[in-house]
Every structure is written in C-alpha cells, then in structure tokens.
C-alpha cells in the first residue's frame, strides 16, 4: 500500500515563505506526474503546481505562478513546494498527490492527509 505523506504546513503572516514536502511510501506505478492541491472551506479543490517525474516540465496555477516553486527528487520519491510571497488567500489545505497527469485532480491515483497552510 502507497502512503503519501506531507509536511511543512503551518501558520505564517502575508509575505512569509514555507516549504511543502511529500514523500512516497514505495514505488507509484505510472505516477508519471507527482503534485500539488489546495481545498479551502467552502471551495472545490484545486490544482496548485505539478511536475513530471521523467523530466523536468513544471505547471503552475495562474494564482501562484511566480511565487511557487515545485521541484522534485525521484531517488527519494519525494516532492516539494516552495511557497513564497504568501497571501491570505493562499490559506487552504495543501494535498500531495501522484497521477498519471499532471491535468487535474481526475488523473490522480494517489492522495496525502493533507497539510495546513493558514496565512495571515
């Protein structure tokens, strides 16, 4: 059984900066892309940033790009998220997960608890 689990979350003013980290339990069958989602209360989740783990090819929600920064390393099947600049609006729980696609949440095979990221 694949466990993703993220850390990093926290409380922090606007402006502030934190790093999101998600490591896989074990090898992800066709996990060809590992990324990031964020739900706030009373909103549908949203994709947030995405890498593929055969390259390099990165995407980014309009929202953060410029102050998100998502990066990978597949020996320790683990990836992470560089929040910097952050906003109110960028309060939400932050999901870790691993699909076939980087598209949306719909191509995700797997899913992490979740991590609190609460900016004021």
């Known amino acids: 059984h694949v466990q993703l689990v993220e850390s990093g979350g926290g409380s922090v003013a606007a402006g502030g900066s934190l790093r999101l980290s998600c490591a896989a339990s074990?090898?992800?069958?066709?996990?060809?892309?590992m990324g990031w989602f964020r739900q706030a209360p009373g909103k549908e989740r949203e994709g947030v940033a995405g890498i593929y783990t055969g390259g390099t090819t990165t995407y980014y929600a309009d929202s953060v790009k410029g102050r998100f920064t998502i990066s990978r390393d597949n020996a320790k099947k683990t990836v992470y998220l560089a929040m910097n600049s952050l906003k109110p609006e960028d309060t939400a729980m932050y999901y870790c997960?691993?699909?076939?696609?980087?598209?949306?949440?719909?191509?995700?095979?797997?899913w992490g608890q979740g991590t609190q990221v609460t900016v004021s």
């Open positions: 074990a090898y992800i069958s066709r996990s060809n892309c």
């Open positions: 997960a691993a699909g076939t696609n980087c598209g949306g949440s719909r191509y995700q095979r797997y």
